[in-house]
């Protein structure tokens, strides 16, 4: 029987610093102590937060039930062939620390995807992104437990419907099932994606940049840009990217002749979020307590530790200037509990 701990402050895991009280908080290690602590949420009639490591939620009060943490470990090699290994990954491995794990192990294809925090487990949930990289790119499939029946379903990349950071656990699917494993497709000869603009520059003059070249500097382009939560507490990006089309955008352009945007296809492209919040004056500002970062206009911090709500107060004000100017919205990417 996995352990109960009562009136349980979250402060320490989640990466806003907030304070939140739960109920009831519970690390599990495997399958049959997800179970149970499943089942004792039933029993008690109190909903559950699944917790991986914290860096994409906002507590905005205190949690009025029984947080589970996925902490369960494990790396398994299931197939090979002569380009590509099958690595299955529990869902509580830390993030980083696999990527390292299979860098040394001369596994490629994450590099990318260096120093994001957080779990394996939550990774495909919102299938994390960075410097031209997406990890449904590297994902075979995965396991999860349904919480209703405590069956486990095996879901292909197909299934998961990824999108920009999307996937079906987020819609039809959503609170309908616990990642437990990951199974990623990963090449035994480096294929480095240097398509982001900032690691091109990061590793001009290196002629052949290794994975784990790629790896440092993408560590060094993200110490330098985004604040390390451990002293300046944030969940990274706020606000999602938004999508709008052509059309919307080439009079936004007439008007902002160096709006930042990105082609999606021939109907749509993506806006840089950061660019819009800094434009409608958001950068380095402080509101509700909580801060518009001064280097990174699309990271909201919570410096002095308060409740998500207020985070939340400034995300609202932020939403409403960039509307107001731009006629867009945007979207939040972390989730608001409870
Ligand atoms: C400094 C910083 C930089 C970041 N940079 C990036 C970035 O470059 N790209 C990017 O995509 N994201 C980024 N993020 C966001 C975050 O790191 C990712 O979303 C990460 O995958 C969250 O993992 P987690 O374990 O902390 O999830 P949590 O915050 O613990 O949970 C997030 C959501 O997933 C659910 N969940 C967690 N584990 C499971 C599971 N096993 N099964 C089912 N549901 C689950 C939770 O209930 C919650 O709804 C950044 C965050 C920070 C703080």
């Known amino acids: ?54 860096s994409n939620i906002v507590l905005q009060s205190d949690f009025p039930g029984v947080v589970i943490q996925l902490k369960s470990q494990g ?8 380009n590509f290994v099958w690595l299955k990954v529990s869902a509580g491995e830390n993030w980083h620390q696999l990527v390292e794990y299979t860098l040394a192990e001369g596994f ?17 949930i919102q299938n994390i992104g960075a410097y031209g990289v997406e990890v449904k790119d590297l994902i075979s499939e995965l396991t999860a437990l349904e919480i209703r029946s405590g069956l486990t379903v095996n879901f292909t990349n197909e299934s998961c419907r990824f999108g920009y950071r999307d996937s079906i656990f987020k819609h039809t699917l959503k609170d309908q099932y616990v990642i437990t494993s990951v199974t990623f497709c990963l090449a035994k000869t480096p294929r480095p994606n240097l398509s982001y603009p900032a690691l091109q520059h990061a590793l001009a003059g290196v002629e052949k940049p290794t994975p784990q070249a790629i790896s440092d500097a993408v560590i060094a382009i993200r110490s330098e840009k985004l604040p390390d939560p451990a002293l300046i507490p944030n969940v990274g990006s706020f606000f999602k990217n938004p999508i709008i ?10 008007k902002y002749p160096d709006i930042v945007s990105y082609a999606v296809n021939e109907d749509s492209a993506k806006l840089a979020a950061a660019w819009l919040i800094d434009r409608a004056g958001w950068r380095g500002k402080t509101a509700d307590g ?3 970062h001064v280097q990174q ?28 100017e731009f006629g867009v919205s945007l979207e939040m990417e972390p989730r608001v509990y409870p």
């Not at 049959?32 to 490591?53: I, M, Q, V, W």
């Not at 490629?108 to 990774?123: D, F, M, W």
């Not at 089309?245 to 007439?254: A, D, M, N, P």
């Open 1 to 54: 029987m996995p352990l109960f701990l009562p009136h349980f402050n979250l402060q320490k895991l989640n990466t806003l610093a907030v304070p939140a009280i739960a109920d009831y908080f519970v690390a599990v290690h495997n399958d049959s102590e997800l179970r149970e602590a499943l089942a004792f949420s039933r029993t008690e009639n109190l909903p559950h937060l699944l917790l991986g490591g914290g």
């Open 75 to 82: 790396k398994e090699l299931i197939a090979e062939d002569e």
């Open 108 to 124: 490629y294809g994450l590099e990318n995807l260096s120093l994001i925090p957080g779990s394996v487990g939550a990774a495909p």
């Open 245 to 254: 089309s052509t059309g919307q955008l080439s009079v936004l352009r007439s």
């Open 290 to 292: 909580a801060q518009v």
């Open 297 to 324: 206009a699309l990271v909201l911090t919570n410096p002095q530790h308060l409740y998500g709500s207020a985070v939340l107060a400034l995300a609202k004000r932020v939403q409403d200037s960039v509307y107001a």
